[in-house]
């Protein structure tokens, strides 16, 4: 069977003897795969094709029916929305420059000025001649050429891009940068008023050149830029714009190009299903009928599907034809492929967010062309069938005008996985998955998407391995072990994490499972794996312990995936703020000063606060935890948090070590989660309570302080807030997600509670350490207050210390930083303290709560590493 498959316009003519002496010329169109180096010579099958045959397979074609809903006039691509994007940056870029970087600028533009001179005057005179028409004449050619092949709507949409870029280009030069002059704008311009900001005659050329389209077209674009470059040398050599705004004119009109394709919609470039069942005639196939197979969808990476029907060949009575399977919808004997080169860009911004926080070895390519594509994916599919992988068997593969190309698969009759009941899942079939699996692992060939979709169960019950267009092949180890906890997780999913894991080990061996567990990680999977794994999140963790239970001695730390963490970037982010609120305070304090007046003797007493914090919170632990833990211990841990709080949210990091040291202790993931998050949830109920008694009593007893006692206007927009927050519950997707967070926070909270009410000795020692850990914090900031000389009653400083916390836990920066700091330092102000003391007193409290735990912290988070206690 010929393959073809050309995506570019070039071809080679060849000339094949016709029977009876007639010469017929076949002509195939040819692509090379990318070669990294090197020089290999190219390899061509010809077919002769008669002019009867031609004329036979153009009417069948041109009559087989194809059955598939109504495509959309215009559709909005996600290449013109990321297109538009990178020229606003790109002209947002243009503007910094010119603006911190003026001399440099102005340097490179009297260098061109200089050897534009000394240019010959002919040859710029020439220039000035041909762009003057040109400019115009190549684009309007090309509109006319459009129009003749009825592609009017685009060029619609082009010129309406261009009036756009013509009608703000003239605004910009003739109103805003005189209305407003020294600004921005205004340093684009070089040598006074002859010059403008903006090249009005190139810029509505560049939008209509980027919204008209001509990708594919190579001698249109070269001879339109060409003519585009030659007005901008013009621009220079006359002093009518300078580099600056020529760069920003290229911008700004790819911007108002792209910006206006994406909001009124192409033309739909998608070849109808027609014109995909016709470029089946380039590999000698027939087709009768055709219907899609899939559901439409705008925007996702998933490919179109259609199942095709080929005809009887000419002469052979039995009808020779491909091996038929019976499928849902209709007898196929084939199921086509189609890569739409728009579609090649969906998706694309996710991909880049992929490639830059994972490594390298983990992610595919972020960008591909179609030829590219549809070169990995055939490659793919001849390499996994070769490995003996059960999979369709690809036919050939073709172009589809310029914007599509296709893959012919052998259709095989069945349905996914994800599409079986979970009865139909037997033992036999997980094992016959893995089967394929091994293989693939055998050939070291790696899916990279081995979803449930990605599995065909065939009706005679046999599995097979589709979708192979993020494939690759010769794939190293840690891509390989990918695969794997992609598998597990998968299968997992549908059949459990014991038939998923005992299945596996009967057909890969326990090493093997064994590898994968380090990459068993949210981070390492599919994007539909992980939002699957929103509606089980401890499924990873179960199949962890499956595979550990077969071999004891499974090294389980997660393996490193990621460069950094989104919370990393966040946390630099949040600090970078909090240093900016944090630091013009510190730098208004006279510190020797401060440090000469304070009562050192109230310094002591805040110091010892501080330490019975970790007691306290020690303490708040134990009490929920039905299992023994050593005081000591669990003291350390506490202190070890504290080092924890620079790099995470306070309300975060205390929860993630405190989860691990009891897991570390014995106790199991879910019992662990569910007496962290017991105590939590008291802490927060008994905050709520002293907040608001400790509010109402310092609001009724002390004059000085009824700023913050509950007013008229606080009650109004709590009641306010509330009903918000009623209203926005009634929307079923906040519903389903403000209750998938709080069970997830607080699932299996309640048993842990009633364990804990069953032994009072228990309750007490929780309940205790809550109320002393407040105790304690309010003890350091009044002594703290007190070392600089104020004064101010313990409900005052109660209520002024649970309002800064509860700011502080629900700021996203680390410890709170900034947040704490500011609302603390504004209370104490409001309360009567003067700006110089509750500046002070704030800083000491934060030195002695947050920043002189950090060394200790550190010591003691190094210590229980390394005794295997975190």
Not at 91 to 115: C, K, N, P, W, Y
Not at 369 to 390: F, I, K, N, P, T
């Amino acid at each position: 069977m010929a393959v073809g498959g050309g995506l570019e316009d070039g071809g080679c003519g060849v000339n094949a003897r016709r029977p009876g002496g007639r010469r017929s010329t076949a002509r195939r169109r040819f692509w090379d795969a990318d070669r990294d180096g090197g020089w290999s010579g190219r390899r061509y099958g010809v077919t002769p094709i008669h002019d009867e045959t031609v004329h036979s397979r153009q009417g069948t074609a041109a009559g087989a029916p194809v059955d598939e809903p109504a495509r959309p006039d215009r559709i909005r691509r996600p290449a013109d929305a990321i297109r538009f994007a990178a020229s606003v940056v790109g002209l947002a870029a243009v503007m910094l420059l010119v603006s911190i970087a003026q001399e440099t600028t102005h340097g490179l533009h009297t260098d061109i000025a200089e050897g534009a001179a000394h240019a010959p005057r002919l040859l710029l005179s020439l220039a000035t001649l041909v762009s003057s028409f040109g400019v115009l004449a190549a684009p309007i050619a090309f509109g006319i050429e459009r129009l003749f092949h009825k592609d009017g709507m685009r060029v619609a949409i082009a010129l309406l891009a261009a009036m756009i870029a013509f009608g703000l280009t003239v605004g910009l030069d003739d109103l805003v940068v005189r209305g407003a002059p020294g600004g921005v704008l205004d340093s684009l311009i070089w040598g006074g008023t002859e010059t403008a900001p903006v090249h009005t005659d190139i810029a509505p050329v560049i939008a209509f050149v980027s919204a008209v389209g001509m990708a594919g077209r190579a001698r249109w674009q070269a001879a339109t830029w060409t003519m585009i470059g030659l007005a901008a040398l013009t621009g220079l050599t006359a002093s009518y714009a300078s580099v600056a705004a020529l760069a920003a004119t290229y911008f700004l009109g790819r911007a108002i190009g792209h910006g206006t394709l994406y909001v009124v919609g192409t033309p739909n470039p998608r070849p109808p299903g027609r014109a995909v069942v016709a470029a089946l005639e380039r590999l000698g196939l027939r087709p009768e009928r055709a219907a899609r197979m899939d559901e439409p969808a705008d925007g996702a990476e998933e490919t179109r599907r259609y199942g095709v029907v080929l005809a009887p060949r000419p002469g052979n009575g039995s009808g020779s034809r491909l091996p038929t399977g019976r499928g849902a919808h209709g007898d196929w004997d084939l199921e086509l492929h189609v890569l739409d080169r728009d579609q090649q860009t969906a998706g694309l911004l996710y991909r880049v967010w992929r490639l830059l926080r994972l490594r390298a070895t983990t992610t595919g390519r972020a960008l591909r062309s179609l030829r590219r594509s549809l070169e990995q994916e055939s490659l793919m599919a001849y390499a996994v069938d070769a490995a003996g992988v059960r999979t369709p068997r690809l036919i050939g593969t073709s172009e589809v005008g310029t914007e599509a190309a296709l893959l012919a698969y052998e259709h095989v009759p069945g349905r996914r996985l994800a599409d079986l009941d979970d009865e139909e899942i037997t033992d036999g079939l997980l094992t016959d998955v893995w089967r394929q699996f091994r293989a693939l692992q055998e050939g070291r060939l790696a899916h990279r998407r081995l979803q449930d979709g990605a599995i065909l169960v065939g009706d005679d019950g046999s599995a097979y391995i589709t979708d192979l267009r993020a494939g690759e092949i010769a794939a190293g180890d840690l891509a390989l072990r990918l695969d794997l906890a992609q598998a597990l997780t998968t299968l997992a999913l549908r059949a459990g994490p014991e038939r998923a894991v005992r299945t596996a080990a009967a057909v890969l061996g326990e090493e093997a499972l064994a590898a994968a567990v380090p990459l068993l990680q949210r981070v390492a999977l599919s994007r539909t794996t992980r939002t699957a794994l929103r509606h089980d999140r401890d499924l990873l963790t179960r199949i962890r312990e499956q595979i550990v239970r077969l071999k004891p001695e499974t090294e389980v730390a997660p393996a490193r995936l990621e460069r950094f963490r989104p919370r990393t970037v966040f946390s630099i982010v949040a600090l970078s703020v909090a240093a900016y609120i944090v630091i013009p305070q510190v730098a208004s304090l006279d510190i020797g000063t401060m440090t000469a007046t304070a009562s050192w003797r109230w310094v002591l007493v805040a110091l010892g606060a501080a330490a019975l914090t970790y007691v306290a919170a020690a303490l708040m632990l134990m009490g929920f935890v039905p299992e023994k833990l050593p005081l000591g211990r669990t003291v350390l841990v506490q202190l070890a948090a504290s080092f924890v709080k620079l790099v995470a949210p306070a309300a975060v990091g205390g929860v993630a070590v405190n989860t691990r040291y009891l897991q570390r202790s014995g106790v199991r993931p879910g019992p662990a989660v569910a007496s962290v998050g017991a105590s939590q949830l008291v802490g927060l109920v008994t905050h709520i309570l002293l907040l608001v008694l400790f509010g109402f009593l310092t609001g009724s007893t002390s004059k000085a302080t009824q700023d913050l006692a509950p007013s008229r206007a606080v009650v109004i927009a709590v009641l306010s807030l509330g009903l918000l927050a009623g209203l926005a519950l009634t929307v079923p997707r906040v519903r389903r997600e403000v209750t998938s967070r709080l069970k997830s926070m607080f699932s299996g909270v309640v048993p842990r509670l009633v364990d804990v009410l069953q032994s009072p000795r228990k309750l007490s020692t929780g309940m205790g350490g809550t109320l002393l850990l407040t105790v304690a914090f309010v003890l350091c900031l009044d002594a703290s207050i007190r070392a600089f000389g104020g004064s101010l009653p313990l409900t005052t400083v109660v209520v002024v210390f649970l309002t800064a916390n509860a700011l502080g836990s629900a700021a996203p920066t680390p410890g709170g930083l900034g947040a704490v700091e500011g609302a603390l330092t504004l209370a104490l102000t409001i309360s009567g303290l003067s700006a110089e003391t509750a500046t002070s007193a704030v800083l000491l409290y934060r030195l002695l709560t947050l920043w002189l735990p950090v060394l200790p912290g550190w010591g003691a988070f190094t210590y229980l590493q390394r005794k295997e206690a975190l």
